[in-house]
C-alpha cells in the first residue's frame, strides 16, 4: 500500500523536478536521448495505476541502466460517479518516486492535462472541472497540508520538456498543433526555454500539446522543420490502443485496458512500419 507523508513527498517532487531542470542533454524544451539503448515510449496514463505498475515490471530499470521510459498525462483519471475523487496523484507520486531513484532513465513530457492544472485553466471532463477534482484529491489525502504539496506538485509539471527526440530520428511530444493553428505556432519552442506565454491559450507550447487532427502536408512540413522522420505522440484517445496517422505519426493511448506501450532501440534506423510491430499491448506484461 502506498504510505503518504506530506513532508517526504514535497522533497520527492522537488527532487524530481530539480532532475528535469538538470538533464545533461536538455536543449531548449527538448531532450536529446543517447544513440544507444532502448527506450519505452507510451501514450497518456490518466492514473492508470494498473498499466503504470506494469511499465515498471517491464522497464526493470535496475537491471536494465540504458533503458528510458516516457510518461506524459499521468494526471486526472475519471473515478466512477459525480462524488468519486480523483487520486491520481498517486501515480504521479510513483513517477515521481521512480525519476528520483533513476534520474538518467525515467523522463517526462509536458501535456494538455498537466499544463491546464499548472496554469489554473478549467479543463470539464464527465461532467466535473477535473482540475478542481485533482486538488480535492490532495486535500483528502494531505489535510491541512495539502496546499504544500500543491505547489510542490505545481514545480514538478512546470519541470516538464515539450519534446523528446532521438539519434534515430524519432520526436516524441504529447501532440503536435491542429493544422488551422499552424500560422501562429512557432517551432523555436521545441530549442529555448518556453516562456509564460508559450504555454497560456494562444501560445506555442499550449498549441503543441493541445492540437488534434493533424494533416499530411503539416506533418511533412513539422519533420523537415525539426529534421526527424517520424512522431510518437497521445492526446488523441484510442479505443484500440494506437493510430498511424498519414504515414508518418503514431499515436498511442496507455489509459485503459487496451492501452499500449512502444518499445524501441535508440541504435537501430526504423521506418514507421517497424516502429508500429514494436507496439505491444500493456495487458501482456505481467
Known sequence: MTEFSAQADIQT?????????????????????????????TGDLHGHRRNFERLQNYCDLAHAPTRHIVLHEIIHEEPQGLAGLDLSHEVLLAAARWKTEYPDQVHFLQSNHELAQLTEQDISKGGRIVTY?????????????????ADAVMEFLASYPLAIRTANRVLLTHSLPSPAVMGMFDPTVLSRQPTPADLRDGGSGYYLVWGRHQAADQLA???????????????????????????????LASDHNHGVMLPFDLRREYDLKGL??????????A
Do not use: K
Not at 528535469?20 to 536521448?33: P, S
Open 221 to 251: 512540413e513539422l519533420a523537415r522543420t525539426w529534421d526527424v522522420d517520424w512522431f510518437i505522440c497521445g492526446h488523441q484517445p484510442q479505443e484500440f490502443g494506437y493510430a498511424v496517422v498519414h504515414d508518418r505519426m503514431i499515436i
Open 133 to 149: 477534482s485533482f486538488l480535492a484529491g490532495l486535500r483528502q489525502t494531505y489535510g491541512n497540508a495539502s496546499d504544500d504539496v
Open 276 to 285: 508500429e510491430e514494436s507496439i505491444r499491448p500493456l495487458a501482456s506484461v
Open 13 to 41: 517532487y522537488r527532487e524530481a523536478a530539480r532532475h528535469n531542470r538538470e538533464e545533461e542533454h536538455l536543449q531548449g524544451a527538448t531532450l536529446q536521448l543517447p544513440n544507444y539503448g532502448q527506450l519505452v515510449a
